[in-house]
């Protein structure tokens, strides 16, 4: 059996994530064959493996990290949340059912158990070390009978683990004994380490704050993390999205992404927000909206909801009003269907509402169906040539009421998308199209031509910047060890 190291934290965006991707990157250097898992993960960011299964995002990121293919039992069991009650759930990397939560607890837990267990010894069985990621915190105490992500995955996996603080929070010590206490004895004999993340300031004042901690439970601090930004990095919680408001110096192109409730891969967006030139708003409140240069409607895992928030909210008229005076209009995956004439829902696949209107700039019905569309694409532009990939991930299929072009020719021959001849308005079912750099320093061109704006030539080049980012996280993560401890992780090197 493989060994296994597990990460877990004393609450959610404690930063287990990044850590465990640091990880992948930190072993796989070193020649170990390294595989990340987490057993459940809920999150409305979602990657698409090479044989289109949908697993986590910060997973499929830690496989990048690990150099190595991502694969459905990675993330076995992906919940994507589609109200305040109940969620699709995801086993495998496909869709099995939408169930509220109570339901999903109460009838479900050994049957998920078990496939767990299952994902869980397949890596054991082709990889040399797992290194496992918790969710939320391992004490949540109404939760701990029918836990499958936390402590019992350490037992079943025989894992040791780690658990992480966050003191940018403050509660640092609270956090830890607190966690510590509520821990079985059995338990906290897994604990061998613990991490202190984003940590600000002069760390020698923070000297005695360690000492009182390994005195008090026996347990050494292996690290203290600086707090670290780290722009390309792909955050699953849409809290996230707060942290990215603040203004940038040279920006003169104004995008505005509405954030509707049910926003999902909104880490379409980072390759955007890592040009110099570009101010990407993320707005859920129409008096905020101003005069943006771009508008997008991004994903959604309730199309038919959002579509509703953008109606009651004041956004419908303010879009209205935004195309009417010739300014861009672009929709991703349950944004572009929000651009057709109607959106048909009859077997309630996404909600209660049967059929919408939509803001009927685009020819198009849309029509959910049972099936999910997950899978990976590369094409080209239709008129520049320009290559292009992504993913598409949807359960909403198009019918056109007028003939169309498309505005993309995929590599199977199928046409995709749509750029109206006489609106400023595209669409694309593609997720992930602007991380295509040739694609989007043209359109970004093409914006600042068309707003009058200089022509700019210090374009990001976003497949070197996320190598980068991943030798960024090693040093991090090398940096931040305290030296005495250094040798605690040789022991996972073979």
């Not at 390309?232 to 408001?245: F, G, H, R």
């Not at 209009?329 to 939509?358: H, K």
């Not at 099936?371 to 990976?376: D, I, L």
Request: proline letters at 4%; charged letters at 25%.
């Amino acid at each position: 059996m493989a060994k296994a190291l597990m990460i877990v934290g004393t609450g959610s965006d404690v930063g287990k994530s990044r850590i465990v991707t640091a990880l992948c990157r930190y072993f796989s250097q070193r020649n170990v064959s390294v595989a990340p898992f987490k057993a459940q993960n809920m999150a409305l960011n979602s990657y698409i493996t090479v044989d289109g299964k949908e697993i986590g995002r910060a997973q499929g990121l830690q496989a990048d990290a690990a150099g190595i293919v991502a694969s459905e039992h990675m993330n076995p069991i992906l919940l994507k949340p589609s109200n305040p009650y109940a969620s699709q759930v995801i086993v495998h990397g496909k869709p099995i059912a939408q169930m509220n939560f109570r339901d999903y607890r109460e009838t479900k837990h050994e049957e998920l158990k078990k496939i767990v267990q299952d994902s869980l010894a397949k890596l054991q069985a082709e990889y040399d070390l797992i290194l496992i990621e918790g969710a939320g915190s391992p004490v949540e105490m109404n939760l701990k009978d029918r836990d499958i992500v936390n402590m019992k995955v350490a037992e079943w996996a025989n894992a040791d683990v780690i658990l992480v603080a966050d003191i940018d929070r403050g509660g640092v010590f609270a956090q830890i004994v607190g966690t510590l206490q509520l821990l079985t004895e059995e338990e906290r004999k897994r604990v061998k380490g613990i991490f202190i993340n984003k940590f600000r300031g002069d760390l020698q004042l923070f000297q005695s704050g360690i000492e009182w901690i390994e005195k008090y439970t026996d347990i050494p601090v292996l690290a203290v993390f600086p707090f670290y930004p780290l722009p390309e990095w792909e955050e699953e919680d849409s809290v996230a999205l707060q942290q990215k408001q603040k203004a940038k110096e040279n920006a003169d192109l104004d995008i505005v992404v509405v954030k509707y409730p049910y926003i999902s891969n909104y880490t379409d967006f980072i390759p955007l927000e890592l040009e110099e030139d570009v101010q990407i708003r993320y707005v859920n409140n129409v008096k905020e909206f101003g005069n943006p240069h771009v508008v997008i409607l991004p994903g959604t895992k309730n199309t038919m909801e959002d579509l509703q928030f953008l109606q009651q909210s004041g956004f419908w008229q303010k879009i209205v009003d935004h195309v009417a005076q010739q300014r861009e209009l672009v929709g991703i995956c349950g944004g572009y269907q929000m651009l057709g004439e109607r959106l048909l829902d009859p077997d309630l696949i996404e909600s209660n509402v049967l059929s919408r209107e939509g803001f009927a700039f685009f020819p198009m019905v849309t029509r959910f169906e049972k099936e999910k569309k997950t899978v990976r694409v590369k094409g080209k532009k239709v008129h520049s040539k320009l290559p292009i990939f992504g993913y598409e991930i949807h359960m909403g299929m198009v019918e056109w009421t007028e003939k169309q072009e498309g505005m993309f020719l995929l590599e199977n021959g199928t046409l995709e998308g749509f750029h109206h001849p006489n609106l400023p308005a595209w669409g694309t079912f593609i997720h992930g199209i602007f991380d295509s750099d040739h694609f989007r320093h043209e359109w970004l061109e093409r914006l600042r031509e068309k707003y009058g704006l200089p022509p700019r030539k210090d374009r990001v080049a976003f497949s070197r910047r996320k190598e980068k980012m991943f030798e960024n996280l090693e040093d991090w993560f090398i940096h931040s060890l305290r030296p005495v401890y250094v040798q605690f992780f040789d022991h996972y090197i073979f």
